[in-house]
């Protein structure tokens, strides 16, 4: 199975991104977490993503708050599918970093998540994966399913 690489802009934003290791975790998909930054150290995230499919990723995930800029200089070296997963700063509360990361040029797409959407993320990349993976999809289905009847329960319990 390929892995996830979950990409940080800094090493303060690994909280953020539990939901999306532990989700990974949950479906048995292995992953690795790196610190790189499109301002600090472009260029090892540069060689980082030019090496990924070659190191056994399927899909990066690319964390990161203020410019947001990592989802871009990753997709920018790959044509892996790269999933923003934009931060919420002081500032503008992650409004600034889901516009840095939404707004890619012709040719560099990059996928993007709700700010702070860590879950989604993971199950967004855990999703492409499954295209080549049947059991992975079936796990997702299974997945979905059991978050729809808890809210169909919740339904029941709450009517009157």
Do not use: W
């Not at 920018?76 to 970093?97: C, E, K, N, Q, W």
């Not at 012709?106 to 999703?127: D, M, Q, S, W």
Request: aromatic content about 2%; glycine content about 10%; hydrophobic content about 55%.
């Amino acid at each position: 199975m390929l892995s996830v690489a979950i990409v940080l802009g800094s090493a303060h934003d690994a909280p953020h991104v539990k939901g999306a290791a532990d989700t990974l975790r949950s479906l048995g998909i292995p992953f690795a977490a790196r610190v790189l930054s499109a301002h600090r150290t472009p260029g090892e995230a540069a060689a980082f993503a030019a090496g990924a499919a070659e190191a056994g990723f399927g899909v990066l995930i690319a964390a990161a708050g203020m410019s947001a800029a990592l989802a871009g200089t990753l997709a920018a070296h790959t044509t892996l599918p790269v999933i923003g997963l934009p931060l919420a700063g002081a500032a503008f509360g992650g409004m600034d970093s889901l516009l840095s990361t939404v707004q890619m040029p012709p040719g560099i797409p990059v996928a993007a998540v709700a700010v702070g959407g860590a879950e989604n993320a993971a199950l967004l990349a855990a999703g492409i994966l499954s295209l080549s993976d049947p059991a992975l999809a079936a796990h997702l289905a299974e997945r979905r399913k059991a978050r729809r009847d808890a809210v169909l329960e919740a339904d029941r319990a709450i009517r009157l």
